[in-house]
């Protein structure tokens, strides 16, 4: 487990000018490119931050990225782990899950590092108090690499009979990332909400689908502790849990039931 996590890791950027970098650089590209699109052009304002006071659309939007390309990234790298390593594992034995497992820890020490350095920005622009609550992203980053890895556990035995699988996750993935909220807040939606109750005379429920999300859910949780320097509520807490586990239990379930043919397969 750990020499294919370090495997995963020294091999992302292998051969880069810039290295680990790459792992920054990339995530502030897409913080610049939508703080521009929205935060410049379509004029949005997030709310102001519980105990932080910031209400700075750049700094919100970069609570929503980095946790949202950690989920979208991970899953990714643990559904094609056991497709792209095909000789490894027609080789030798030892656990199948131990390739989706380390795709996933390799993108977690990323994510962690992405953290480290947006806590520290977070701290310059809305102060040191940041750090106090800091500590609480440790959990939060355990319970979303659970349900990632919970997440990748199914896709990847999935991939293998069904190769057709990357290219509709992708397709998802794009779906998905837009009701997540990473880019606008639940305000926007109740707002749409509304508006589409008094047009139409029938209340869609947007909101409660949006929120039932739980992208959406540790998204609130990551934005809790780096913009609003407060606690996740209690029901944010639970909802994050709740889905860490299931995910993890079914991925778990779903990988033992079919993972046992999947080198005949490959």
């Known amino acids: 487990m750990a020499n294919l996590t370090l495997r995963e890791i020294r091999s992302e950027y292998n ?4 290295g680990r970098l790459w792992s920054l650089l990339n995530p502030l590209a897409t913080i610049a490119i939508f703080a521009i699109i929205f935060g410049l052009l ?17 700094l919100w939007v970069a609570c929503g990225i980095i946790p949202w390309s950690f989920i979208s990234t991970g899953i990714m790298a643990g559904m094609s782990s056991l497709v792209a390593n095909t000789g490894l ?12 497992a380390s795709s996933v820890a390799s993108k977690t020490s990323t994510h962690l590092i992405e953290l480290g350095v947006l806590a520290v920005i977070m701290a310059i622009f809305g102060g040191w108090q940041v750090l106090l609550v800091a500590p609480v992203l440790i959990p939060i980053v355990i319970l979303s690499a659970a349900f990632v890895l919970g997440i990748s556990l199914i896709l990847s035995v999935t991939v293998v009979y069904f190769r057709d699988m990357e290219h509709l996750w992708a397709v998802f993935n794009q779906v998905w990332f837009y009701g997540t909220g990473v880019v606008f807040g639940v305000e926007l939606v109740a707002a749409a909400e509304e508006q589409l109750a008094h047009d139409t005379g029938t209340r869609w429920p947007l909101l409660a689908v949006f929120q039932a999300n739980p992208a959406h859910q540790f998204l609130e949780a990551y934005r809790a502790v780096l913009y609003d320097f407060a606690l996740p509520s209690w029901e944010t807490w639970a909802h994050i849990t ?24 490959l």
Do not use: D
């Open 42 to 58: 379509f004029r949005a304002e997030p709310h102001v931050g519980t105990n932080s006071g910031l209400q700075n659309y750049a």
């Open 15 to 18: 051969r880069t000018a810039l």
């Open 242 to 265: 709740a889905w860490a586990i299931a995910m993890l239990g079914i991925g778990c379930f779903v990988f033992k039931r079919f993972s046992g043919r999947v080198v005949e397969e």
């Open 89 to 100: 594992l027609t080789k030798v034995f030892f656990p199948r899950w131990v390739l989706v």
